[in-house]
């Protein structure tokens, strides 16, 4: 498994933007040997998607949707630097994860990461992204508030996609108290799909 962290530019999150973590994740998947399987939540999900003609099988969990669906989104602004570490708190972070023992919460309180605004403008104005070629499976959450279950739903009707929905909000497929149920039914998923072909 390879599961690299996005950086931003040595200028600092304020002057990163949307190529600069693209280029990562290209870089990263051309490095891999094949079979390659990308998997990627939220704003990674759509960064996940966008590099998909490189990869063999594509996972995504509660991802920003690509353009023309990206219009079903409420609209937000971002600033330059979206402050999410430097105003967590800990009951916040319970909060947006109700799934999640007390031992995960306070691993990802510890864990929050600032975002470039920019990148985030880039993705809600809509990214360009050709439905995959490989083997994709969509997990959606039912109480996401974030991207809701309805618009991940349309995604994968309109990329004839697999569908997987689960319990929890945003966050909770990947640090909830389900999430290594899920895991292991994502990794069922991909072998059978890599028999098919």
């Given at each position: 498994m390879h599961a690299p962290d996005l950086q931003p530019q040595p200028a600092g999150l304020g002057s990163t933007r949307w190529?600069?973590?693209a280029g990562q994740v290209r870089a990263h998947l051309a490095c891999l040997p094949a079979p390659r399987t990308v998997v990627g939540a939220s704003l990674g999900?759509?960064?996940a998607a966008e590099a998909a003609a490189s990869a063999?099988?594509?996972?995504?969990?509660?991802p920003l949707p690509p353009a023309s669906l990206h219009r079903q989104l409420p609209a937000r602004e971002w600033p330059e630097v979206v402050p999410?570490?430097?105003l967590a708190r800990l009951p916040g972070t319970r909060a947006a994860m109700p799934d999640a023992d007390a031992a995960s919460a306070l691993a990802a309180f510890r864990h929050w990461r600032d975002e470039s605004g920019a990148v985030l403008c880039h993705a809600a104005a809509g990214v360009e992204v050709a439905p995959p070629a490989c083997p994709t499976l969509v997990i959606a959450s039912l109480d996401d508030t974030d991207v809701p279950a309805a618009l991940s739903r349309s995604l994968a009707q309109a990329w004839q996609a697999d569908w997987l929905e689960v319990d929890g909000g945003h966050?909770?497929?990947?640090?909830?108290r389900q999430a290594a149920a899920l895991a292991s039914q994502a990794v069922d998923w991909l072998n059978r799909r890599r028999r098919q072909i």
């Open positions: 190529e600069d973590y999900g759509l960064l063999d099988a594509l996972i995504l969990i509660n999410w570490r430097r966050v909770d497929p990947l640090l909830g």
